[in-house]
């Protein structure tokens, strides 16, 4: 009964900012990890931002400084804010989840982000 959606993605201009949204189910934040990724065409998925048990984060390199994992509990929701976007961020974003003890992953469908000027 997993079930994750995005949204939140847009076109935008570079130093811009979006904030994505994964509306969660089925999923206890406090216990579980959950994660963004993205994917640029040819390219592998990579990650950029997780959050652990709801607690500790940890980021991409090249994200470092401009995003922010954080989860509502209350609205079982979980959030990639994005600021001072550049060109190479463009990608689709996927909102991830690895339930505790479990080697499956949960993928939402996926948000597109654009960054052009």
């Known amino acids: 009964q997993v079930q994750l959606v995005e949204s939140g993605g847009g076109s935008v201009q570079p130093g811009g900012s979006l904030r994505l949204s994964c509306a969660a189910s089925g999923i206890i934040f406090s216990i579980d990890t959950m994660g963004w990724y993205r994917q640029a065409p040819g390219k592998q998925r990579e990650l950029v931002a997780a959050i652990i048990g709801g607690g500790s984060t940890m980021y991409a390199d090249s994200v470092k400084g401009r995003c922010t994992i954080s989860t509502d509990n209350a609205k079982d929701t979980v959030y990639l804010q994005m600021n001072n976007l550049k060109p190479e961020d463009t990608a689709v974003y996927y909102c991830?989840?690895?339930?505790?003890?479990?080697?499956?992953?949960?993928w939402g469908q996926g948000t597109q982000v654009t960054v052009s000027s």
């Open positions: 991830q989840c690895r339930r505790l003890l479990s080697t499956r992953d949960y």
